[in-house]
């Protein structure tokens, strides 16, 4: 299409011509990243052969205390005169070694297995019985990630400590002498600044973000559930078998059934939440800020009000509200001749469930869309409304022309972010219906539950653990997927120094 | 045909105003219903009319003094935990973001893109996913079940949460930094003597989400708890008043609680709804 004819169509055309655009970018960004992926793995490679040369020559160049580094961490900075340096690095070596081996290694070593002996009673040599604890695959699973993870940092730290050692040999070559803690503290504080700013947050993230998350993905694919419960019992791996239950409809057909149905649901309730709070919530927000409507802030304030007040409050109130004696059938009574019409909106049949689910959904975003969409009106340049003006356009020329365009340009990828959003979107069903109307059709579920609460459900109620991190992979997988779309196509990030 | 047109813009805004209104009324009515009922003396669920015939502030005082009948339900003690909760994960997070976002706007260091990258992606990812995690990790530790963990849940992962406040510092202008680095300002002075106080919205606004944070959360509360009903936060208390063994004695107390955590949180909102919208338009905008 030719910019003249983009030209020509109305916004709607626009946008449509915009969002087919958007979908078909999609397998050329996948492609894209992959790519991008591919040249990452790659330079990923040759920097550790680089690593390796580094390695090798540096040994070769290196006196001895350099050489002598390769073993002890820290030799070369002391005998350069670099001493409180020299000695963190020895220390570091001397507690990596004694957390290896009075902890790390007697997990490590059972990783392959997770365990082999079984917490069971046995008699001891007075003849009476007691129970003997074995192992416990979960402490196993857990301290042996810890214990990579720490083997990471500490051969970064080894890496390090030969590159400086190294450093101050060719220092002292030179003739120069290495610097003096005071300069070094003080370096801390100016040119290495960022290094004091990040370090106590990144160590936080590691622990508890990063960790976590190979644990989990770990967890996927081993038998963890309730005949498998450490410490009486032990798991082990069991490969893709977590995932292969959730497609096969022979072996395990009310698991699959499950998470077929359940998918379908979360599918439709995200796009239908995403797409209603959208449009309805725009429409408002342009009714609110149109010229001529006055106490403008008056109006928000009701819609934001809904906002501030805690989501457990408002849904725990709205599921009591949708009680058969509740107040929306009270209401109800009033236009049926004074009798209650005991309307079952939660927990009778599953359309009448999705339905109360999708329309208070509503009530719970629109609000969300006109914030942010009130922003984005007060933003669109009044010179562009100016010169229209001169131009002679009358309010619905300029509103087609300008605010409809400008705002759907604008607000799109918040439209794929609510997306992923609604995916997760664990509040509104869990608070609201608590995953009813329940059915013996599915394994742990109800009919408006959707992934991301079967899968609170598998591991607070049936102790699923294994099942449950797998189907957190694959909505991570979609969620991610979608997520690095948008980030490739954003471009704050490149603007980032537009006004400084 | 200027008055009809006159004419047509009074009969949209009057439809606009009338649409408004019955909007407004539906949004607002839920919030209406439940501060009339914390105030209901009579019935003790829900009943079958709107406005309540007798008021009384009993509930509230029950509420608080514990009447009702079961020792486990201490709504007192739950606010305590709250309140003690949000002062330390608000005090570990309001530091964390703002050290990290000041590092990622201000300073230049290698591979500073992807350690924002890297942020930015684990930030992306769905909170629930390391929550079930977490919670595997803390009862190693015999964490679960404590303040502790809930002070770490929340607190721990804020420094993911750098965009908004990034976005501030950004807009500093730079010139300030270069002309106290002439006058030999190190990057640490230039961060507490010159862009803290500059940014105070953005502090006032750190401190408050964070703040708020655990009084709002319900998902992560509820994991970490479990059943140790002792420790539970206002959430995850009130959604206990609600469930079949204790709904008929602590309905009323439910609807006191909930206004009593909603006020204070509304008032707070509202304070700082700009700084929301800025923040929102900041990032959505340039998109």
């Known amino acids: 299409m030719t910019y003249v004819e983009y030209k020509q169509l109305n916004p709607f055309q626009r946008f449509a011509y915009n969002f087919k655009n958007f979908i078909f970018n999609v397998p050329h960004a996948v492609a894209k990243f992959f790519k991008a992926l591919g040249r990452a793995i790659v330079r990923f490679f040759t920097g550790i052969g680089k690593g390796f040369k580094n390695y090798g020559v540096t040994f070769v160049k290196g006196d001895w205390a350099t050489k002598l580094s390769y073993l002890i961490f820290g030799v070369g900075d002391i005998h350069k005169g670099k001493y409180y340096k020299g000695i963190l690095f020895f220390l570091v070596e001397v507690l990596y070694i004694l957390f290896m081996v009075f902890f790390g290694w007697t997990y490590l070593q059972k990783f392959n297995t997770l365990g082999t002996v079984k917490t069971h009673q046995a008699f001891n040599e007075m003849g009476i019985p007691e129970t003997v604890y074995g192992d416990n695959s979960m402490l196993i699973l857990l301290y042996s990630v810890l214990a990579i993870v720490v083997t990471v940092v500490v051969f970064a730290i080894y890496i390090a400590n030969i590159k400086d050692a190294y450093r101050h040999q060719v220092m002292r070559a030179e003739g120069k002498k290495p610097t003096s803690l005071k300069t070094d503290v003080k370096e801390f504080l100016d040119g290495k600044y960022h290094i004091t700013l990040l370090s106590f947050p990144v160590l936080m993230i590691s622990i508890f973000n990063i960790l976590p998350l190979i644990f989990m993905v770990l967890i996927a694919f081993t038998n963890y559930d309730q005949s498998h419960l450490p410490p009486g019992t032990l798991f082990t791996w069991i490969g893709f078998d977590n995932f292969g239950s959730l497609f096969n409809f022979v072996d395990s057909a009310t698991k699959a059934t499950t998470f077929i149905e359940l998918t379908k649901w979360t599918l439709i309730w995200a796009v239908v939440a995403t797409f209603s709070n959208y449009i309805l919530g725009m429409i408002v927000a342009l009714m609110i800020n149109k010229k001529g409507i006055k106490l403008k802030a008056l109006w928000r304030t009701l819609f934001v009000i809904a906002i501030a007040v805690p989501q457990f409050v408002s849904l725990l109130l709205m599921n009591q509200m949708l009680q058969t004696n509740g107040a929306i059938n009270i209401i109800l009574s009033y236009f049926n001749g004074g009798v209650n019409p005991q309307i079952q909106f939660l927990n009778s049949t599953t359309l009448m469930a999705r339905l109360t689910v999708i329309i208070v959904n509503l009530w719970v975003g629109i609000p969300y869309t006109i914030l942010s969409m009130s922003g984005i009106l007060m933003n669109i340049p009044e010179d562009l409304y100016e010169s229209a003006r001169i131009d002679g356009a009358g309010p619905v020329k300029t509103f087609t022309k300008i605010t409809l365009p400008y705002m759907i340009f604008v607000t799109t990828p918040q439209l794929i972010t609510s997306f992923v959003g609604n995916i997760n979107n664990f509040n509104v069903i869990f608070l609201l219906t608590g995953g009813g109307p329940s059915t013996e059709e599915f394994y742990q579920a109800g009919r408006t539950d959707i992934l991301v609460t079967w899968l609170f459900n598998l591991t607070m109620n049936s102790q699923d653990y294994g099942l449950a991190a797998a189907i957190g992979i694959l909505v991570f997988i979609v969620c991610a997927t979608l997520s690095l779309l948008i980030y490739n196509n954003s471009k704050s990030m490149r603007d980032e120094e537009a006004f400084s | ?287």
Request: hydrophobic letters at 50%.
């Open chain 2, 1 to 287: 045909m200027i008055k009809s047109y006159k004419l047509r813009r009074v009969i949209s805004n009057t439809l606009i105003y009338a649409l408004l209104i019955i909007l407004g009324i539906i949004w607002i009515s839920p919030f209406v219903y439940l501060v009339m009922h914390s105030f209901r003396a009579e019935g003790l669920i829900a009943v079958d009319y709107l406005v309540p015939r007798e008021w009384t502030f009993q509930n509230y005082i029950d509420l608080f003094t514990g009447a009702g009948g079961s020792a486990s339900i201490n709504f007192p003690k739950w606010f305590l935990n709250t309140l003690i909760v949000a002062i330390f994960s608000c005090i570990i997070a309001t530091v964390s973001v703002l050290m990290v976002s000041y590092a990622f706007s201000r300073l230049r260091f290698k591979s500073r893109k992807k350690f924002m990258n890297v942020g930015m992606i684990l930030g992306m990812f769905p909170g629930f996913m390391t929550m079930i995690a977490i919670y595997y990790l803390l009862k190693a530790m015999n964490l679960t079940g404590t303040l502790v963990a809930l002070v770490i849940c929340y607190s721990c992962g804020a420094g993911l949460g750098f965009q908004i406040s990034k976005g501030f510092f950004d807009t500093v202008p730079r010139a300030l930094d270069e002309a106290a680095t002439i006058d030999g300002a190190t990057k640490n002075q230039i961060f507490w003597k010159i862009i803290l106080p500059m940014s105070k919205p953005i502090v006032v606004y750190t401190v408050l989400t964070s703040f708020i944070g655990p009084w709002t959360d319900f998902i992560l509360a509820k994991i970490i708890m479990g059943d140790n009903i002792e420790y539970y936060t206002v959430a995850i208390g009130l959604q206990k008043m609600l469930s079949n063994d204790f709904i008929n004695t602590y309905y009323k107390q439910f609807l006191a609680g909930s206004v009593v955590v909603a006020v204070p949180i509304t008032l707070l909102f509202l304070k700082m709804q700009k700084y929301y919208v800025e923040g929102v338009t900041a990032g959505g905008v340039k998109g």
